[in-house]
């Protein structure tokens, strides 16, 4: 056990307490805390084991053994959705279907309650799908269009070089760059599998290394590594310091908008694609 899943970040041991299943269930979240509690009182109405405490009890498993391990992403849980949504579904038939039949002359507020859960999660689900951090899909869209407007029919074979100054695993990559001859890389955050304990203290990934030292890596990665490509891509937050190196080398080919706000400070604003001056 080397937990070299620490290098990828560590999170309190609430987490999907507090922000894991909140950003799972949105207006979801107080029926399914109602399901759950109600689900584990019903072992004590008889022998059998319901199959809703059964599910109930593997929740509460599964979240605190997930709890445990420093490393917590959402996608962890997302296999846990359908339960959840399983659970909640005879706290939300309490509350809105049976108050309506109880009563002729109840108060319709609660249908109105439900239409209004139902608005905020159809907006929430438009907006996540199709605004928030479209960019990272629309800018290899739009290489893979350039490669094939300007590269893939041309007289010889030519190779289009790009290279992604972002945090590793920023963009959906070979799925949409899907041609060969796009001669793509991008920071790596590689786990140190070849490190020892006491070598594995000081070790920082390409991103890393980008982001403590952008120059010196610029100089020693690229410049004596990787070498410049012919487009260059990085979010906006990197514009300014890039533009006081490279403004003689490259120039601003396109932008795009990628989100309003994000929790990386290293992913936030547009995505820009720059091209370099001069290139053959």
Excluded at 246 to 253: P, V
Aim: hydrophobic share 40%.
């Amino acid at each position: 056990m080397q937990s070299l899943a620490v290098f990828y970040g560590t999170n309190d041991w609430h987490y999907y307490l507090s922000q894991g299943l909140p950003l799972l269930l949105t207006t979801a979240l107080p029926f399914a805390v109602m399901g759950v509690w109600s689900s584990l009182r019903l072992r004590s109405a008889g022998s059998a084991v319901p199959a809703r405490f059964s599910m109930a009890g593997m929740l509460i498993f599964v979240i605190f053994a997930l709890s445990c391990i420093s490393h917590k992403e959402v996608r962890f849980i997302y296999p846990l959705l359908p339960v959840l949504h399983v659970l909640a579904a005879k706290p939300v038939s309490d509350t809105f279907f049976q108050q309506k039949s109880s009563s002729s002359n109840s108060s319709p507020s609660f249908m109105w309650l439900l239409v209004l859960l139902g608005i905020a999660n159809a907006s929430l689900a438009a907006y996540s799908s199709l605004f928030h951090q479209s960019g990272v899909i629309d800018v290899t869209d739009h290489l893979r269009h350039t490669y094939e407007q300007t590269f893939l029919h041309s007289p010889r074979p030519v190779d289009m070089t790009v290279g992604f100054l972002m945090p590793c695993h920023s963009t959906p990559w070979r799925s949409h760059l899907i041609y060969a001859s796009i001669k793509a890389w991008a920071l790596g955050c590689e786990p140190p599998v070849h490190l020892n304990s006491s070598e594995r203290l000081n070790y920082t990934d390409e991103a890393d290394r980008f982001y403590s030292s952008p120059e010196g890596f610029l100089e020693t990665d690229i410049t004596h590594g990787k070498g410049w490509p012919e487009y260059l891509i990085f979010f906006e937050e990197r514009e300014s310091m890039l533009q006081g190196i490279l403004n003689d080398s490259y120039r601003e080919d396109w932008r795009v908008f990628n989100s309003h706000v994000h929790d990386d400070w290293r992913r936030k604003g547009d995505i820009i694609v720059w091209h370099r001056r001069n290139f053959p």
